[in-house]
């Protein structure tokens, strides 16, 4: 049995400006274990370009660590997700694991989001 632990990173503010409605993930961490030990599998990072709020605030920055570079040459949110879905794919009974339920739910609101352009 393999666990995907997930972790996302969502952009964020702490004046208002993002809506918690309109947080997107910015990026998706991830790693493969095995399910009798501490064997790692494997392990999937990448970054998202938001869309929303495309230019990520200050305190979101500075909480995640995650540079306006680094999401303004990301890809899209379905670019990744597709790549995220071949990882996970790629294991044999994968259950998909996070800490509490915050990853849980903004994963099924950034799915739920219609697609945007621009």
């Known amino acids: 049995m393999t666990y995907i ?4 990173e969502a952009t964020c503010c702490n004046e208002g400006q993002v ?7 910015i990026e998706i961490g991830a790693v493969a274990l095995y399910g009798d ?13 938001p869309v929303r709020h495309a230019q990520l ?8 660590n995650i540079s306006q570079q680094k999401v303004d040459s990301a890809d899209s ?3 990744v997700m597709g790549r995220f879905s071949t990882w996970i ?4 009974n994968p259950i998909f694991c996070s800490w ?13 989001y219609p697609p945007v352009s621009g």
Do not use: N, W
């Open 100 to 112: 509490g339920d915050y990853d849980k739910h903004q994963l099924r609101q950034d799915c739920g």
């Open 5 to 8: 632990i997930v972790d996302f």
């Open 37 to 49: 030990g501490p064997s790692t599998y494997g392990q999937f990072q990448a970054f998202v370009k």
């Open 19 to 25: 809506a918690r409605d309109e947080m997107e993930i």
């Open 77 to 79: 949110f379905s670019a």
């Open 89 to 92: 794919d790629s294991f044999d």
């Open 57 to 64: 605030t200050a305190f979101c920055k500075q909480l995640t």
